[in-house]
């Protein structure tokens, strides 16, 4: 019984030590894309999963642009997924985000069209308390604009910005700059 309890106790304690635990990765997922993929693109038919692996160069140049580090989980991929109508033809882009809150991720998925403007957006799930970044007033700011202005986006979390707020803000930046660099400068991606 005395050895059960120490190989417990040694079992506890190596998982312990571990610098990130479970609940602070924060990967990019889109729940439900069959059911959700029409909320933006309501001419969409289809969706195909597109992954950007991330080389540790490309994150140095995508961290200094954002000016902080890529979370945990976000750090060596990016992953989006490109929207097909009636004929197969890419119609735009869906990219979700996981940015971290004050309680925990907030998630959530925007669009954009083929011009690279954002189309809409909305959030998946989230444990803040302060709701203000649900509200379609916040999240209206975000529609119509574009890629190139990814680096002008610090007013939207200026006033009376929540952790909520930022964490949207941050993310909307962050996946806009990994596109830009992974995606259009780069070019290359693996659909899976």
């Known amino acids: 019984m005395r050895s059960r309890f120490r ?11 571990l610098p990130v635990s479970a609940q602070d ?13 029409t909320r933006i693109f309501p001419d969409a038919r289809d969706y195909k999963t597109i992954t950007v692996e991330i080389s540790p160069d490309q994150r140095k140049i995508i ?3 954002i000016g902080h580090a890529l979370l945990p989980g976000q750090q060596d991929r990016f992953q989006y997924f490109d929207m097909t109508g009636d004929k197969g033809q890419v119609i735009g882009r869906i990219i979700p985000s996981t940015q971290k ?22 959030v998946q799930r989230a444990r803040e308390r ?15 604009r574009s890629i190139r202005e990814s680096g002008n986006f610090d007013d ?7 952790p909520g707020t930022e964490a949207v803000v941050r993310g909307v930046v962050k996946e806009l700059v990994c596109y830009e660099a992974l995606v259009l400068t780069e070019g290359k991606a693996t659909r899976n």
């Open 7 to 17: 190989f417990i106790v040694c079992f506890l304690g190596l998982f312990s030590s």
């Open 25 to 37: 990765v924060y990967l990019c997922v889109w729940r439900n894309p069959e059911r959700t993929m």
């Open 63 to 65: 961290e200094e642009k």
């Open 101 to 122: 809150g004050e309680y925990g991720a907030v998630e959530f998925v925007f669009g954009i069209d083929n011009a690279g403007t954002i189309k809409d957006i909305y």
């Open 130 to 144: 302060d709701q203000t970044f649900k509200e379609r007033a916040f999240l209206d700011l975000f529609v119509g």
């Open 156 to 162: 939207l979390g200026t006033g009376d910005s929540t």
